[in-house]
């Protein structure tokens, strides 16, 4: 069975940087689109960036620029590298997979994503 392990995480001041892990074992498709996003109790769970395995990216608008998502397919780890983070970034961050291109499916809409992470908490202090 497909399980997703993510590491990092935790707390950081307005401005700081966080990296954030996430380790796939059992997932060997070659066609995927991995992701992540986060919640919050006001805005639930929102989108914050995919990845394809053509390498393709996708941000949401609040993200761009100073988010960064990246994998390493050998390790089959995917990575979200969070720079000057911002007070309103705090929120339980979740990795997802399904093995389908990011192209063929919606990469914001959690509910196409059947592999999940167990969250990470992120919290940025001003």
């Known amino acids: 069975q497909v399980q997703l392990v993510e590491s990092g995480g935790g707390s950081v001041q307005a401005g700081g940087s966080l990296r954030l892990s996430c380790e796939a074992s059992r997932f060997t498709y070659t066609s995927y689109c991995l992701a992540w996003f986060r919640q919050t109790p006001a805005k639930g769970r929102e989108e914050v960036a995919a990845i394809g395995n053509d390498g393709s990216t996708n941000y949401a608008l609040s993200v761009s620029g100073r988010f960064t998502i990246s994998e390493d397919n050998v390790k089959h780890i995917m990575y979200l590298q969070m720079n000057a983070l911002e007070v309103e970034d705090t929120a339980i961050y979740y990795c997802?997979?399904?093995?389908?291109?990011?192209?063929?499916?919606?990469?914001?809409?959690?509910?196409?994503?059947?592999?999940w992470g167990q969250g990470s908490q992120v919290t940025v202090s001003s």
């Open positions: 997802a997979a399904i093995n389908l291109r990011c192209t063929v499916v919606d990469w914001n809409n959690p509910r196409h994503f059947a592999y």
